[in-house]
């Protein structure tokens, strides 16, 4: 893993395993998310209902469990720092976008919510078979719209957090965004059944960690190693006849030109959160996808013309997302 490289001080945590680091919620960068979160619910009523939260691999709650797991690399500068590197970490807005959204799975489960009629008539039956690879129907108005992508397509129990972090959100006004759409159905739902239960203890007040930080085993080297290669199997496209027309091979011109990897470099995150929120393309995939097209670029030698950066920026833009809805409709990248 080159990217490695670029950031020496973390080669010392490399080959200890996560388990072995000490990482704790308390007293951790990520916490004062957590206590943000929590007075967030108490201002909407829900001073009864405070999920747990936990340290583990990645963001998510589990299944009919009103816990909460949080990416590990939070809990720490020098992780955050090699997750920032290796993956795009997230920001102070992000985080507190993915705390809303899986407070409303916690939500759900702790007061039993997926079983309620008028709850599967809005989003569905809580028991259909959930898929990691979805076609979602880009800017239908049945649903609302939160994480990047079309999200709350996925399955109902997804609809749900999904609506339950827009309510959540301070200063979201859902009900003038969402007025004229079906999904504002969803939203009055959630604002219904919140007055209903605030004075209520949850029906389920705790549940089973999935994997907790202490259970992680693996070296941090081997976590990153194993996200590069499944993010990178499937970025598997024949990407240099394309490149050459969108860039200009070495040997045609010199003066006034730059290096094309450097300019896709540079634009890397921006590309990479721009096509995830308009496909549905989980962020992962689309990076190394970003990062092909760099390596690519640089292996061909291939430059852009100065003075016409934002020109060639639309244009990969364009090229990125065809690629990434083909992803979408077809489970890979090809080119048509």
């Avoid at 720092?81 to 290796?86: P, S």
């Avoid at 065809?322 to 990248?333: D, G, K, P, W």
């Amino acid at each position: 893993m080159a990217d490695f490289e670029k950031i020496p001080e973390v080669r010392e945590l490399l080959g200890k395993r996560i388990s072995q680091l000490g990482l704790r919620l308390e007293g951790s960068p990520v916490e004062r998310f957590v206590q943000q979160l929590y007075r967030e619910l108490e201002r909407k009523g829900l001073k009864l209902f405070h999920p747990v939260c936990y340290l583990t691999d990645e963001w998510g709650c589990p299944d009919g469990q009103p816990v909460i797991g949080i990416p590990f690399y939070l809990a720490d500068p020098q992780l955050a720092r090699l997750e920032r590197e290796m993956n795009d970490l997230e920001d102070e807005r992000e985080i507190m976008m993915y705390l809303r959204h899986e407070t409303g799975h916690a939500f759900n489960y702790a007061y039993r919510l997926f079983v309620e009629p008028e709850w599967r008539r809005l989003f569905g039956p809580f028991n259909r078979r959930y898929r990691n690879e979805y076609r979602p129907v880009p800017f239908s108005r049945k649903f609302v719209r939160h994480i990047a992508g079309w999200y709350a397509q996925k399955h109902p129990d997804e609809d749900f957090a999904e609506t339950f972090a827009v309510w959540m959100t301070p200063r979201s006004q859902w009900r003038t965004r969402y007025k004229s759409w079906p999904a504002i159905r969803k939203l009055r739902y959630v604002d219904r059944v919140v007055r209903r239960v605030r004075a209520q203890e949850p029906v389920v007040s705790t549940g089973d960690f999935d994997v907790p930080v202490e259970d992680l085993k693996v070296t941090v080297e081997q976590y990153y190693r194993r996200l590069t290669r499944r993010n990178g199997a499937a970025v598997k496209v024949a990407l240099e006849a394309d490149l050459s027309d969108l860039f200009i091979p070495q040997g045609r011109r010199r003066k006034g030109i730059r290096p094309a990897s450097e300019l896709v470099e540079e634009h890397r995150k921006v590309l990479t959160d721009k096509i995830t929120y308009w496909t549905g393309v989980r962020r992962p995939v689309v990076r190394a996808l970003i990062e092909r097209i760099v390596r690519a670029s640089r292996d061909l030698r291939l430059f852009a013309e100065e003075g016409r950066e934002a020109d060639v920026l639309v244009e990969l833009t364009a090229y990125g997302t065809t690629l990434a809805m083909n992803y979408l409709t077809r489970r890979r990248f090809e080119q048509t």
